[in-house]
């Protein structure tokens, strides 16, 4: 009984809100690895663009709760995703147009591209906060939870209950469909070919007839599609706060360097060790001594490795040493 | 009356101060396969690359059958029928070798996302048709047991014939071919020449080679262009290089001889 308490308690506390927040990460590192390979350059503005998609598609949650639509059970966020996927988009093809272009057609060292997305990512945080604010924004609505931890005792009569939230479950689904079809697309379509063939050698796919405007369009699609579902995703978990996403800019990053950066599946498996380690080490595990270790043995303190506070620590701890034993990632990437 | 397919005028290019180009002007005609030697540094590859699009130019201009294509980009130039190989062989290191063939051909129906999702039919047929076509490039070049394999694991000589293939894929009209000799061993060498001389007499192929295996030059070459230090010294059969006294000056240095063999 014991046991399955102290299972039931990981479960509850690190697997599930491990396995929710890694996919968000995962989703973000994708998008961080997609703009480095075939744009080739770090996207510092990652974070403020997810939280405008966000913002566009709260905008419209709140235009569709006031008109009565909503998708009964599930939150009304997921039907406002795709037009603040097309409005993401837009924004993202006229940055760059106006400023990326010109640097992509200058053959601009990456750095200095790299120093353009910072300025980027400041004009998108101000505009951010000039449309809907600073604060916190929470814009769940439908079912809270899927299984509460009261029922789950009711259920099986542990001491320890396992709560499911709807937006645990929403956020793996959506992203098992959505990397499915983004795999499916790069390796199986000739479009999907084509843009690896130009991350991979750019010159010998500009010689083989791949028309560079075409790649860089469907590459901004793309970004725009995974900036808005990963940013929504998150924002319903927890709450929206242009601050935090910004914040949530380190753990993508080192989601995406660990995996590899310029390889998609390395970003995807990377997003899931960052947030798996962020989890693992702030948790508190004097609970579950408690219930494997026999009563004299039971811990005084917290028996907690790093106060939560420091969990972008973690993050920053896993990029240094990444980049200082294995500067390629656990799958080859390009090396930074 | 022969035409001139690719035309330079007075190009130049250089790198800070350095001319690697200098008003070099030149002619390639029609149908045959011209040869481009001069020592290293005499800045054949710099040429190509502004041929092709690669670099762009500080002066001067590129006709391409009469037409200006200076400093077109060359995803362009590539469906003009101008191509090219690379001095170091360039591959898409994570797709196979069948995988890289059949990415050349541009304008598949398959490249539109539309296409690919409501006519999975028409794409499927026209995937086939260019896989077969692939099958057979790679069979002509002795690389059928390793089509499945990806072509960063191939050896130096295997992706110069990877990159010969690649321009068999389409019916191009002027291939540059930039030391695709160099690192391929001899009895594939013959049959990379026999390949040169079958396309460039069979499908009309205009190639114009640079090359340093002056045998190679000499089987396949007529005429042959030498260059030293960025423009054009010397223009005629390769039996009247091997003898011009500035020739053998620039390649080998004052007071040798060319081996006549």
């Not at chain 1, 308490?5 to 990460?25: D, E, M, R």
């Amino acid at each position: 009984m014991d046991f399955l308490n102290a299972l039931i308690l990981l479960l509850n506390y690190i697997f599930v809100p491990a396995l929710a927040y890694g996919s968000q990460l995962a989703i973000g590192a994708i998008f961080v690895t997609l703009i480095y390979g075939i744009l080739r350059f770090a996207n510092f503005a990652t974070g403020d663009m997810m939280s405008f998609g966000t913002m566009i598609a709260i905008l419209f949650t709140w235009h569709f709760q006031s008109i009565g639509l909503t998708l009964g059970f599930l939150p009304t966020a997921l039907l406002a995703i795709p037009f603040a996927i097309l409005i993401m988009g837009s924004y993202m093809l006229i940055i760059d147009k106006f400023v990326f272009k010109y640097y992509r057609l200058n053959k601009s060292p990456p750095v200095q591209l790299a120093m353009v997305s910072i300025g980027v990512m400041f004009v998108t945080q101000a505009v951010v906060r000039i449309i809907i604010g600073p604060s916190d924004r929470r814009f769940f609505d439908g079912e809270k939870f899927l299984i509460k931890a009261s029922e789950f005792k009711d259920i099986t009569g542990l001491n320890e209950g396992l709560a499911i939230k709807s937006t645990q479950v929403i956020t793996i689904v959506v992203t098992i469909i959505l990397v499915s079809i983004l795999f499916w697309f790069l390796n199986k379509t000739k479009t999907g070919k084509s843009m690896r063939a130009y991350s991979d050698n750019e010159d010998l796919a500009l010689l083989s007839g791949i028309d560079p405007k075409k790649i860089v369009i469907i590459t901004w699609m793309i970004a725009a599609i995974l900036a808005t579902i990963g940013g929504v995703l998150y924002g319903l978990d927890k709450s929206f706060k242009p601050f935090t996403y910004f914040n949530n800019m380190l753990p993508i990053f080192a989601a995406a360097i660990v995996g590899g950066i310029g390889n998609p599946f390395g970003a995807f498996l990377g997003g899931y060790v960052i947030a798996f380690s962020e989890i693992l080490l702030t948790y508190a595990y004097k609970k579950f001594f408690m219930y494997v270790l026999p009563e004299s043995m039971e811990p005084d303190g917290l028996i907690q490795l790093l106060s939560t506070d420091y969990k972008f620590a973690v993050s920053f701890s896993i990029l240094v040493i990444v980049l200082l034993y294995r500067p390629s990632g656990i799958f080859k990437g390009k090396i930074l | 009356m022969q035409d001139n397919i690719l035309e330079i005028k007075n190009l130049s290019k250089y790198f800070g101060g350095l001319a690697a180009v200098s008003n070099c002007s030149l002619k390639v005609k029609q149908g045959t396969i011209t040869g481009i030697i001069g020592p290293n540094g005499s800045g054949k590859t710099t040429l190509f690359n502004l041929i092709s699009g690669n670099l762009k130019s500080s002066t001067g201009n590129v006709l391409f059958n009469n037409k200006d294509i200076t400093d077109v980009p060359s995803y362009e130039l590539f469906s003009k029928g101008l191509l090219r190989t690379f001095q170091i062989a360039h591959e898409f290191t994570n797709l196979s070798v069948l995988e890289n063939l059949m990415m050349v051909p541009g304008n598949q129906s398959g490249e539109k996302l539309m296409n690919a999702l409501l006519k999975p039919g028409l794409v499927a047929k026209e995937e086939s048709q260019i896989k077969e076509k692939a099958m057979e490039v790679v069979d002509f070049l002795n690389l059928s047991h390793l089509k499945n394999e990806l072509a960063g694991n191939l050896s130096g000589g295997q992706k110069k014939l990877l990159e010969l293939g690649r321009t068999m894929m389409v019916d191009a009209k002027l291939v540059l071919l930039d030391e695709v000799g160099a690192g391929v061993n001899r009895t594939l060498l013959k049959d990379l020449g026999t390949a040169i001389e079958k396309l460039n007499k069979e499908k009309g192929y205009t190639f114009c080679m640079i090359e340093h295996d002056m045998d190679f030059i000499g089987r396949l070459c007529d005429p042959v262009i030498v260059m030293a230090e960025g423009s054009v010294l010397f223009e005629g059969s390769v039996e009247d290089a091997k003898k011009d006294e500035r020739v053998i000056e620039s390649y080998l240095g004052r007071g040798s001889k060319l081996k006549d063999d």
